[in-house]
């Protein structure tokens, strides 16, 4: 899938000049020892996950955080990028102090581009995320939140995603608490498996409720499609996707179920899609093909 609309005018003359020259912007750490963090994610740079995660990681000085991540809603883009359309960067603040990027692009785009032509020197570790809503089961591979982690394990920068199952107004605090302990683990361990990422959905429920952390897999959860058709004032037909999601199995070790118990999953997920278990059936299927 390919997505992008965007207008090379709109960046200011200063980052233009150094985006055309091949590096956008230098972001050099205040301390030559601190660890640079990635955070991207799908809902977009205004997003409440976003800045509380930002906010968790920026009270450890031996972090330098740096956000490059859509500058609206990209939710369900999958792993799209942007190949026929420039795209447009421009700084971002909180508080008045400048903590990033917001990208007219995908958060797969917002990846490449931090890591190819905006940063100095590579990330040690991306975060995407806190994502509005689960990614668990089949939705994984619309998640624009989940991509973007693909996306950094494909340049070797060990990434997390991170999920909490609510589409609510909620208190991100302690996922955001979560993700950092992870993050420390993964960047003192540095032994974080080559191209796989860790796929992490938090429960929506108060701390003192969540009953532990399970390693999980993939779950065969669904969302079952529900179009809801409806005539505009023209007398045009249009339609609303809506759903809800199926479950056929539940196996106590996937994350669908982690979840439902009110446990944390973590899923080590890689995007080599290769059905490795059923090689030498279709090689003896194919042997007399040709």
Not at 94 to 109: E, H, K, L, Q
């Amino acid at each position: 899938m390919l997505t992008g609309k965007t207008v090379i005018s709109n960046i200011a003359d200063e980052v233009e000049e150094k985006l055309l020259k091949g590096k956008l912007y230098e972001c050099p750490s205040k301390d030559a020892q601190q660890k640079i963090v990635l955070m991207t994610n799908d809902d977009g740079i205004e997003a409440s996950g976003l800045k509380t995660l930002y906010a968790a990681f920026c009270s450890d000085k031996k972090y330098d955080v740096r956000i490059v991540a859509p500058d609206r809603e990209r939710s369900a883009v999958g792993h799209a990028i942007t190949v026929f359309d420039p795209i447009s960067v421009k700084k971002e603040y909180i508080d008045g102090i400048f903590c990033g990027y917001s990208v007219d692009g995908t958060p797969a785009d917002c990846v490449k581009l931090a890591i190819t032509a905006i940063f100095e020197k590579k990330p040690d570790i991306l975060i995407s995320g806190i994502n509005r809503g689960a990614n668990i089961g089949e939705n994984i591979i619309y998640s624009g939140t989940v991509s973007a982690a693909t996306e950094g394990t494909i340049y070797n920068v060990p990434s997390i995603a991170v999920s909490l199952d609510s589409f609510r107004d909620t208190d991100y605090s302690f996922a955001a608490k979560f993700a950092k302990k992870i993050a420390d683990m993964v960047i003192k361990l540095n032994n974080l498996p080559v191209r796989t990422l860790l796929n992490i959905n938090i429960p929506d429920a108060a701390e003192k409720d969540i009953r532990g952390v399970k390693i999980t897999h993939q779950s065969d959860v669904k969302f079952r499609d529900i179009f809801i058709k409806r005539v505009d004032p023209r007398g045009r037909e249009y339609y609303w996707m809506d759903g809800e999601y199926e479950v056929s199995s539940f196996d106590k070790d996937s994350d669908f179920a982690a979840l439902r118990d009110n446990f944390i999953s973590v899923t080590p997920i890689q995007h080599d899609m290769t059905d490795y278990g059923h090689i030498d059936y279709f090689r003896g299927l194919l042997k007399n093909a040709m």
